[in-house]
Each structure stands twice: as C-alpha cells, then as structure tokens.
C-alpha cells in the first residue's frame, strides 16, 4: 500500500531484469533467502547493483525517440550504471522502481527489490525528511505499519508539523485498523497544511500530486460526519 499516487520523476527503467526469469536466472537455484542468509543484506545489494549494471548497460532508453524521427527509430542514450551512483542515488533509483513495479501490480517484483531498497537506505550516513519518508512508504508497501510509525515519530521530532509525519502516521494506522488514530492523523495534516505548504519545502514540491491526494481523502473523510447529518 502506497500513500496517494506516488511521484515517479526518477524513475530507472530497468523492467527486463525484473522479469521472474530474469531474477531467477541472476541468482541461480539457491533462492533469494538463502542468497541473502548467505552473503548478508549489504552483499547482497552489491550483487544487486551489479546484476543492475550488466543488464542494463547495453540497453536503450524508453522514450528517447524523437517525435519527428522518420523512421521511428533512433539511436538511444544508454541508461546510467547505478553502480557509479552516490549511496543516495542509488537508494532513490530502488525506491523509485519498487513503487513503479508496486504502481504495475507486479507485487513478486515488487517484493524481490524491496529489502534491496530498504537496505540502500539502511546504508546511509544520514537520512533527511525525504529520505525517512521513502522509508516509511517502502514500509507500507511491505505491510510493516509499525516500521511506518516510526518514521512518522522521527520526521515529526524534526519537523514537528511536517505533513509527511501524518501522512505515514494515517496510512500505517489505517493498516492498523486503527481508524480513530488516522482520523486524527489525517485532522493534523489539514490543520497544518496550509502553514506547512507556504513554507515550500523542496520535498513537498517533489511529492505534490501525492499532497495533494492526500489533501482531497483528508477533506472527503472530515466532511464525512457533516454529509451524515
């Protein structure tokens, strides 16, 4: 479960290594457990990005066409090697592809890069705003509301009104099936809204459709009550 309609403004086209064969082939017969038991989650990342490398190095970009080619064919940028990635890079581009997969209803994709993603952002010196909200959506996408909840308490002793606190705060309560406890995480979202907006944090023009979903169920639930009368 994702929050709202996530952004995918970076997103790392890279949908032929998460073919099932594909994977499979990459890690041979002993299985994705085992492999991580084995190698442990930071070698297994590596391989990962290494995996990621080789596939993708030689293949072409979707999109790169132009529109007026006659031929409707031409020579195609390759796609960046995310081993030459910054550690931050990285984790966003494994971010970006388990919510693409997430977004394709391709869940067994979906879950294969997931521990990968988590553990790239395990692997940072620091995590920012952004960066423990990323986690917290990783967290939902997997069902761990509890691991969602606690990025919500991090971001909210850093920002104390931060919109995205009680946007991981009503989703993983909801997950909860504690529906009084997002109500009130969905009340402090609007009640902070507007103040929050105007300070034009960078993050929240990065995740502006996703806000603003989120602002659209926010309104629909507090109006609820009224319409029932």
């Known amino acids: 479960m994702c929050i709202g309609r996530i952004q995918l403004s970076t997103a790392l086209d890279i949908s032929g290594i998460a073919r099932l064969g594909t994977i499979r ?9 085992t492999f991580l038991r084995t190698l442990g989650a930071g070698a297994a990342l590596g391989a990962l990005v290494t995996v990621l490398a080789l596939r993708v190095g030689g293949s072409g970009e979707r999109g790169a066409v132009p ?13 960046p090697d995310i081993s030459q990635m910054s550690p931050e890079e990285r984790a966003t581009r494994l971010y970006n592809r ?8 391709k869940a067994d994709s979906a879950e294969f890069f997931l521990p990968m993603a988590l553990q790239a952002y395990a692997m940072l010196p620091a995590l920012d705003v952004d960066g ?3 986690i917290g959506v990783l967290d939902l996408t997997g069902g761990d509301y509890a691991g969602a ?8 002793r850093a920002v104390p009104t931060h919109l995205f606190a009680s946007m991981l705060r009503a989703r993983a309560l909801e997950l909860r099936h504690d529906a009084a406890g997002a109500r009130r995480a969905y009340a402090d979202f609007l009640r902070n809204e507007a103040a929050e907006r ?5 993050e929240y023009a990065e995740h502006r459709d996703n806000l603003d979903a989120f602002h659209t169920q926010a309104t629909q639930l507090a109006a609820g009550p009224a319409r029932a009368r």
């Not at 082939?25 to 457990?33: H, K, T, W």
């Not at 105007?198 to 960078?202: C, F, I, S, V």
């Open 25 to 33: 082939l990459a890690f041979g017969v002993i299985g994705r457990r």
């Open 67 to 79: 529109s007026d080619s006659p031929s409707g064919t031409a020579p195609r940028s390759p796609l």
């Open 98 to 105: 388990v919510m693409t997969l997430h977004s394709q209803g």
């Open 132 to 134: 423990r909200y990323h």
């Open 149 to 156: 909840l606690a990025q919500a308490d991090s971001i909210r």
């Open 198 to 202: 105007a300070r034009q944090r960078p």
